[in-house]
C-alpha cells in the first residue's frame, strides 16, 4: 500500500485523468521543463532555484521518492516545482502537450546493465525522437549517467540523432558540466572516482 502523499507540491494522476492546465496549477505561463527520474529530489530543487522563470515537472515512479522529493521542495519554499507519480511515456503522452517543454532533464536512469536487458533502457534513438514532438524549438535534453557503456551509447546515438544540435561540440559527452547540479546520487560515484557522463543536446 503507497503512503499517502499530502505534500501541496504533489499533483495526484493517474492513468486516464484528465490532462493538468499548467498554466492553473504554477499560477502562470513560465515555460516547463521535465525532470524525468527525480530520485529524492534534490537535483530538481537546485535547478528550480537556479531557473526561477521555469516550471518544473519533477517525475518519478517510486512512491517514497516523490514524498522525499515534495519534503524538500516543501522545505526550499519553492512554488515552481510539481511532483508527480507516473511512469514517463503514460504521463507525457497524456499530460504535455506538443512543443510544450522547454528542457528535458534525465539524470541516472536505471542503466539495466545485463546485455540482454539493454533493450529495456529509456533513453534510446526512438525515445529522443519521441521527446522532440513535446520540445520547443531550442528547448534543452539534458542526459547524465554513471553507467560508462551507457553514456557512451547515449553519446554516439545523439551525435547522429536528427533534430538536435550538440551542445558540447566537437565533444560528444563530458565528465564535468559548468552550471548542472550535481545530485547526492551523482556525487557518490563521484566520490568513489567514477564519472558521471553528460550529454547536452538542443532541440532543432
Not at 31 to 50: R, T
Not at 51 to 57: A, E, G, R, V
Not at 106 to 113: K, Q
Not at 169 to 196: C, W
Amino acid at each position: 500500500m503507497l503512503i499517502p502523499n499530502t505534500s501541496l507540491s504533489y499533483l495526484p494522476w493517474e492513468d486516464n485523468d484528465p490532462a493538468p492546465l499548467w498554466s492553473d496549477i504554477f499560477g502562470n505561463n513560465n515555460p516547463i521543463a521535465l525532470e524525468i527520474g527525480c530520485g529524492v529530489g534534490d537535483f530538481v530543487v537546485q535547478m528550480a532555484v537556479l531557473h526561477p522563470d521555469l516550471n518544473f515537472i519533477a517525475l518519478d515512479f517510486y512512491n517514497k521518492g516523490c514524498i522525499k522529493t515534495c519534503k524538500r521542495v516543501d522545505k526550499s519554499g519553492l512554488r515552481n516545482v510539481r511532483v508527480l507519480r507516473a511512469e514517463a511515456r503514460s504521463f507525457i503522452e497524456a499530460c504535455i502537450p506538443a512543443g510544450a517543454l522547454r528542457m528535458v532533464v534525465i539524470n541516472c536512469p536505471d542503466p539495466w546493465p545485463k546485455l540482454r536487458h539493454r533493450k529495456r533502457r529509456l533513453v534510446n534513438s526512438a525515445f529522443a525522437a519521441y521527446l522532440s514532438r513535446f520540445m520547443q524549438p531550442e528547448a534543452d535534453l539534458f542526459f547524465a549517467t554513471d553507467f560508462v557503456d551507457y553514456g557512451q551509447d547515449v553519446a554516439e546515438f545523439m551525435a547522429v540523432q536528427p533534430g538536435f544540435k550538440n551542445q558540447l561540440a566537437p565533444d560528444t559527452f563530458r565528465h564535468n558540466l559548468e552550471g548542472y547540479p550535481v545530485s547526492k546520487y551523482m556525487k557518490r560515484f563521484l566520490d568513489m572516482g567514477q564519472p558521471i557522463y553528460y550529454v547536452h543536446y538542443r532541440n532543432i
